[in-house]
């Protein structure tokens, strides 16, 4: 069983429109990381949501950690071709670091 | 930010012989490396937590007896795929992790695709 779930798996949408994406858990974390990846890459760090209902943003990503620490939420403003990418959510357990199940995105022009 | 590399960046192979896949970090020294294999179209899944100078600790369902690794220095670690059949065929992703201060921040190398044929 995977411990975060991501939602949707995939989104497909054109220029210009907004999107949120979701990692959700029964699981309580005390911080959780978003990472996007684009083809034939690795995996690059975005951003880190530490407290509980924690609002961090990056340009036009608002990322946003739940109340009660067990899931978080990024949004895109106006999305661009050059959001296109896979993003990760993921948590560091045991000196590991775990990762959700992905969110592929495709954004066309 | 910090960088890690990999090498080769892809390769393709016989079925049955093996293929190393190395991994260093340029600027840092990690005494911690971590190798994950990803299929298309889904999440990175972590192999193995390799320790310099130590054995590396595989997760569950990864034979380690097929994943060689090696962490012989605090800037290169080795993944040997032993005896690799199409199934094998995936793209591996190494990361360090260095520790500057309190904070612990992991880096990810650009992945190795490997096919085997």
Known sequence: TQLLEQSPQFLSIQEGENLTVYCNSSSVFSSLQWYRQEPGEGPVLL???VTGGEVKK???LTFQFGDARKDSSLHITAAQPGDTGLYLCAFRGFQKLVFGTGTRLLVSP | GAVVSQHPSWVI???GTSVKIECRSLDFQATTMFWYRQFPKQSLMLMATSNEGSKATYEQGVEKDKFLIN???LTLSTLTVTSAHPEDSSFYICSARTSRGFQETQYFGPGTRLLVL
């Open chain 1, 47 to 49: 951003v880190t949501v």
């Open chain 1, 58 to 60: 990056l340009k036009r």
């Open chain 2, 13 to 15: 192979c016989k079925s």
């Open chain 2, 71 to 73: 962490h012989a220095s």
